[in-house]
């Protein structure tokens, strides 16, 4: 298939990883951020092509993983409200809250549905004028925008029936808490790829000039990553930290300022709380107030259950890229896709899921 | 508006009577079935196959068939797999009030489009009418009796190191096919699903090679479920190679654009077999003049490595471990 192929290229990949080891002197530790490259590197068997050396963590990058307890609690509190129908990402529905998950709150009787896109929720507002329809707005800087369209859209079209419950959330803010925690001691990122092609390099800038870790921004494609490490290792080699883009065909260094202007309209910047790193400032996004009428946490007060946190599970230092999933106690034992302690192990973007699905049982 | 199904078609009245002597039976009669008798009563000796299978497809009708075919195709190849000849198939129908009696009768003619193709015929039936709400437009549930004619054991746990692994086709398509209507996905490359009966395919394979050892059409789950079955009950190994598994560019791209995976995708059309090497040649070669089976390909072997494992040679030449799929892929797609 056209423009995915080339960057499957067999021959291709194998001379990156033939320079990566050459190129390669001493040990590197790098972080993925995103969930999407963790999946990408787990399915293609990305590690085993580089030196043991180079450590590759996985980083916070899934929208679903770090969604905290409480919000997920909102959104099955919800559920359980008569009348409202809500729409979600299928991601979302196996996801354990406190006590339950939101699959379960369909089959106690929600009217819980899985839509493909924000379009697919304003969709359900149209054709179902009589019920209340509330979009799960569970998300980083790429769904953020298509939220923003569909409550403009909402607006013009004077639909009165659709609400948002916005926990969209902002990378930049994320990786730089990851930096001043300094617990595991970066010497380079992959940058996400999809989130950038949004918010451009800028953000980063300040990762590499104040914590001197090298960045390089990646697509999703084995031949994608590999030239990333590989740009990343000749960095760390040549003991420099800057910014580079290895995903060009979808990533410009400004971004797309229209998806920007779009968010700037709609959202303001609001404090945060993400699982396994806590309540984080300006990291998260809310409704301005000229939409608030969307705005479902206001609309419908629910009473939420003590928020409580699963025994033993440790999706929190995984998200950190403290320990890997095959050091989790629970990991491949008490939890399993099937039976998934921690949201981790339920998202496709989830590392336990990767690393579980895809053979790293065994680390 | 056309004739819709009322509750009444059910209840054993004149109209349930006119119902399934205009709408139902004309297009499959036989004369087992003329008797219209409490059951069918069949002379068979011999090993029997026997099998059953629900269908609650959403939608009924779909890109290259519908309920009516996949309720024929489904128990005519689950019967095949097992070494089975198809004869005999029941058909029981649980409709929805107020389904359009077209809509049932273009069903009915697709079950006998399908069963005269695979040549079964539909011995016994049944119909129940649910009320509005109690079901969705139309479920089916086939049971389907067979004969085993050759002496083959055929089953997932003979599946033997050293054994080629051979598909009949390309993956993924009747999942997608469902998926994209279902959805409303509207892909520039349409994909159509490859419900087909196999017997006939099937039939050619065994009267070439007695070392056949598993068969199986990887329907729910996908290619990745039946090879992990295989690996688990026969306690093998088995390696696959990304780069020889037919992909046609319909379902790469749905599922470039969903995340999802073709080898979790759901197939009606297609088999995995496991035979000896020495044999392996002639197999793909008899499957290859059938026309559900162009694209046979050999994918793989299996091997005393790695058991109850499913290990795939990525395109980029790593590899990685083909796992069970977990939860529900897609949905209501057969």
């Known amino acids: 298939m056209k423009f995915i192929d080339e960057f499957r290229d067999p021959g291709l990949s194998r001379r990156l990883a033939d320079k990566i080891a050459q190129i390669s002197t001493r040990p590197a ?93 304003l969709q359900a507002a149209r054709v179902n004028p009589d019920r209340l329809v509330v979009f799960l707005g569970v ?127 709609v959202f303001d910047t609001t404090d945060a709380c993400w699982r396994g790193i806590g309540d984080i400032s300006k990291s998260g996004l809310s409704l301005k107030n000229k939409y608030s009428r969307y705005d479902a946490a206001r609309r419908f007060e629910v009473e939420l259950p003590p928020v409580r946190e699963h025994a033993g599970c440790r999706c929190g230092e995984i998200l950190r890229g403290v320990i890997r999933p095959v050091d989790c106690g629970l990991f491949g034992k008490a939890c399993t896709p099937e039976n998934p302690v921690g949201p981790c192990m339920v998202s496709s973007e989830g590392s336990c899921a990767a690393y579980y699905q895809y053979g790293a049982h065994d680390g | 508006m056309g004739e819709k199904i009322l509750l009444a078609h059910g209840s054993g009245s004149r109209l349930s009577h006119d119902l399934i002597s205009k709408v139902l039976a004309p297009s499959i009669m036989n004369p087992v079935l003329a008797r219209m008798d409490d059951s069918a009563v069949l002379s068979m000796s011999g090993k029997l196959a026997f099998t059953t299978d629900s269908y609650v497809v959403n939608p009924i009708f779909f890109p290259g068939g519908d309920i009516g075919r996949l309720a024929v195709c489904g128990t005519v190849n689950d019967l095949s797999m097992s070494g089975a000849r198809p004869l005999y198939i029941s058909l029981a129908l649980i409709i929805e009030e107020g389904l359009d009696i077209d809509d049932l009768r273009q069903v009915m003619a697709s079950v006998k489009d399908t069963a005269v193709e695979a040549g ?106 039946t090879l992990n079955e295989f690996a688990k009950q026969s306690d093998v190994g088995i390696t696959i190679e990304e780069d020889k598994i037919p992909v046609c560019d319909g379902v790469r791209g749905a599922c470039e654009l969903l995340g999802l995976d073709p080898l979790y995708i759901a197939n009606e059309g297609k088999l995995v077999a496991t035979v000896t090497e020495v044999d392996s040649g002639k197999v793909l070669s008899a499957m290859k003049k059938n026309k559900y089976a162009r694209q046979a390909v050999v994918i793989g072997e299996v091997t005393t490595e790695h058991r109850g494992r499913v290990v795939m040679k990525t395109s980029i030449g790593s590899s990685r471990i083909v796992d069970m799929p977990v939860g529900e892929i897609l949905p209501r797609i057969c």
Request: aromatic share 4%.
């Open chain 1, 29 to 121: 530790r790098l972080m993925e951020f995103c969930g999407g490259h963790t999946v990408a590197i787990m399915r293609n068997g990305i590690r085993q092509l580089l030196p043991p050396h180079i450590e590759m963590l996985s980083g916070p990058g899934c929208p679903v993983c770090v969604t905290a307890n409480r919000d997920i609690d909102r959104a099955i509190a919800l559920s359980q409200v008569p009348g409202l129908i809500i729409t979600t990402f299928g991601d979302m529905l196996k996801v354990p809250g406190s006590y339950s998950s939101l699959q379960q709150a369909r089959a106690a009787g929600g009217d819980i549905r899985i839509v493909y896109s924000t379009q697919d929720a």
């Open chain 2, 120 to 225: 079964v015929q539909i011995v016994t039936g049944d119909t129940k009418v649910v009320d509005h709400g109690k079901a969705d437009r139309l479920f089916i549930n086939t049971s389907g009796i067979g004969l085993i004619e050759y002496g083959t054991d055929i089953s997932g746990s003979n599946a033997r190191p050293g054994d080629k692994i051979i598909l009949s086709g390309g993956i993924g398509e009747h999942g997608m096919a469902v998926m994209s209507q279902r959805e409303g996905l509207h892909l520039s490359l349409p994909v159509t699903s490859d419900c087909a009966p196999l017997n006939h395919l099937v039939s050619v394979m065994l009267s070439v090679s007695k070392n056949i050892h598993s068969l199986r059409d990887p329907t729910r789950g996908g290619l990745a479920s």
């Open chain 1, 139 to 265: 998300g980083f800087e790429t769904t953020a925008p298509t939220v923003a369209s569909a409550v403009l859209q909402a607006e013009r079209e004077k639909i009165d029936n659709f609400y948002i419950l916005c926990h969209l959330k902002m990378t930049p803010p994320a990786m730089r808490a990851l930096l001043e925690l300094g617990e595991t001691h970066l010497n380079g990122i992959i940058c996400p790829g999809h989130v950038s092609t949004i918010i451009g390099t800028k953000p980063y800038q300040a990762y590499a000039r104040d914590y001197g870790v090298a960045c390089v921004v990646a697509g999703f494609e084995p031949v994608d990553i590999l030239q990333a490490v590989e740009m990343l290792v000749q960095q760390i080699e040549d003991g420099i930290a800057r910014v580079d883009i290895a995903y060009t065909r979808g990533v410009r260094p400004e971004g797309n300022i229209r998806a920007q202007d779009l968010m700037n309209d």
